[in-house]
């Protein structure tokens, strides 16, 4: 089985993560850009991946956790 694509570098401070991370062990950011909404009655929810220079969800919208987290 071919290996996974190396992730890529935390936005925050550059650090070069483990494929197993979610988080960047020197600064704390999150290493994966995902939509930010949440399930509710009225909304199914969304988790699309974005790309790392996106603000907002290109599925739904919706501010990702890198805009929130100040990251963007």
């Known amino acids: 089985m071919a290996d ?3 992730k ?3 936005v925050r401070c550059g650090h070069q993560p483990e494929k197993s ?3 960047c062990v020197r ?3 999150p290493l994966v850009n995902r939509c ?3 399930k509710s009655p009225l909304h199914k929810g969304c988790s699309k991946v974005n790309r790392q220079d996106a603000a907002y969800c290109a599925d739904c919208g919706a501010p990702t956790v890198f805009r929130e987290s ?3």
């Open 70 to 72: 100040g990251l963007l």
């Open 36 to 38: 930010s909404k949440k």
């Open 21 to 23: 991370d979610r988080h």
């Open 8 to 10: 890529d570098p935390c």
């Open 27 to 29: 600064c704390g950011a």
């Open 4 to 6: 996974q694509k190396e």
